[in-house]
């Protein structure tokens, strides 16, 4: 018995590969959201900074663009308010809205959504095109989350960039790294 994956069509995302059904979108979502909450868990402190680096970032934008825009910014929205509710799922099992770093979490929501929809336009099928929409969806990330930092602990803008942005940069580019050769890899390997 063999089991045939659905034909690639244009506008597409990886999701959109498994049989269609309502049941299939509440599992991706609650299970992108997991993914999430797991990935938040590798966080490691930066000096200097109330913000730690963790996978989540890296989960949130894989869920967008592995789920599109729709999911994606369900399971992120999802992530946030289970978390908000009370749910230890944030960075070193955290919870609430009162962290510096919720506004990181804020921008992961809109991030995940914007990389859905350019992976719906074929942005998760090439090396460099990934690496666009990864970068994009980190920027989003940090437009949110920074000035958020600033505000929840009272800091100056200067202060807040220099410690809710450099340091996080080479853990990043990292991840950016590795999605640039999971999504195409996995796009080429679906076409085998």
Do not use: C, H, N
């Not at 018995?1 to 034909?7: D, H, I, L, Q, Y």
């Not at 868990?41 to 894989?62: D, K, M, N, R």
């Not at 399971?75 to 510096?100: C, T």
């Amino acid at each position: 018995m063999s089991t045939a994956v659905a034909p690639v069509r244009p506008g597409q995302v990886l999701a959109d590969l498994l049989p269609a059904s309502r049941v299939r979108d509440l599992a991706l979502v609650v299970g992108g959201a997991a993914l999430t909450g797991l990935a938040a868990q590798i966080s490691v402190p930066v000096p200097g900074s109330p913000v730690p680096v963790t996978g989540q970032t890296f989960a949130a934008l894989l869920v967008g663009t592995t789920l599109g825009a729709g999911r994606g910014f369900l399971s992120l929205a999802l992530y946030a308010i289970a978390g908000v509710a009370g749910m230890p799922w944030f960075a070193d099992a955290g919870s609430g809205s009162a962290a510096p770093s919720f506004g990181y979490i804020l921008g992961m929501i809109l991030a995940s959504t914007v990389v859905g929809a350019l992976a719906r336009r074929g942005a998760d099928r090439s090396v460099l095109r990934t690496a666009g929409a990864i970068l994009l969806g980190e920027a989003i990330i940090y437009a949110v989350g920074v000035p958020y930092l600033a505000v929840a602990r009272d800091m100056s803008a200067s202060a807040a960039i220099a410690a809710g942005l450099p340091p996080f940069l080479l853990g990043d580019a990292l991840k950016a790294a590795l999605a640039m050769g999971l999504l195409p890899t996995a796009w080429k390997l679906i076409k085998r």
